[in-house]
């Protein structure tokens, strides 16, 4: 039995098509939300490998303009952090990839609520790959740099998030209207 990605991704779509089917029941409620364990997991999994993925992408980028060695110890290395000559360069790096990984919430994840959430959640994450690296405890300027990147992430895909949630419902769904405003 093989289970392709797409057919994952057809079934959470009809879910959410379900749920949202079910405003006419008159529970006065907008959105009606079903717990989908299977569906946090997926997001989770996507959001983290998209993470890394653009983190590479930045280390890439910004290592060919500055002209340093390109490494997964930039990612997951604490003593990394603490050479002069590279450190304006991670915070770089790490900054751009909050950016992203608040981008990559907003569009998969598509919920206000959820925001602080998924940023801790791939925060945590990161800490975890990061000790299991190491085999050791972060720095304080490890602490220091991520949290403020989980900041980062969690309050600008808030932003994005409230302002879709927040556009305009057509309410007369291609009617004419009955009241001329």
């Not at 079910?22 to 993470?51: E, K, M, N």
């Not at 751009?96 to 940023?119: H, K, M, P, Q």
């Amino acid at each position: 039995m093989s289970i392709s990605l797409w057919s994952i991704l057809n079934r959470f779509n009809t879910d959410k098509a379900a749920s949202y089917s079910r405003l006419s029941t008159g529970t006065g409620h907008f959105r009606i939300t079903v717990w989908d364990p299977a569906l946090i997991v997926a997001q989770i999994a996507s959001v983290q490998c998209l993470y890394y993925f653009t983190m590479c992408v930045w280390i890439t980028i910004i290592s060919y303009v500055v002209g340093t060695s390109r490494s997964l110890d930039i990612i997951f290395e604490f003593k990394e952090l603490s050479k002069v000559n590279s450190e304006k360069f991670v915070i770089a790096v790490f900054a751009l990839n909050a950016l992203s990984g608040a981008t990559f919430i907003w569009r998969i994840v598509e919920r206000y609520r959820l925001c602080l959430d998924f940023s801790c959640t791939i925060h945590t994450i990161h800490l975890a790959a990061c000790i299991w690296y190491n085999r050791t405890f972060p720095t304080p300027f490890w602490w220091l740099l991520n949290a403020s990147c989980a900041a980062i992430t969690c309050i600008c895909a808030e932003f994005l998030c409230m302002r879709t949630e927040l556009n305009t419902i057509p309410v007369n769904s291609g009617q004419t209207p009955k009241v001329d405003l």
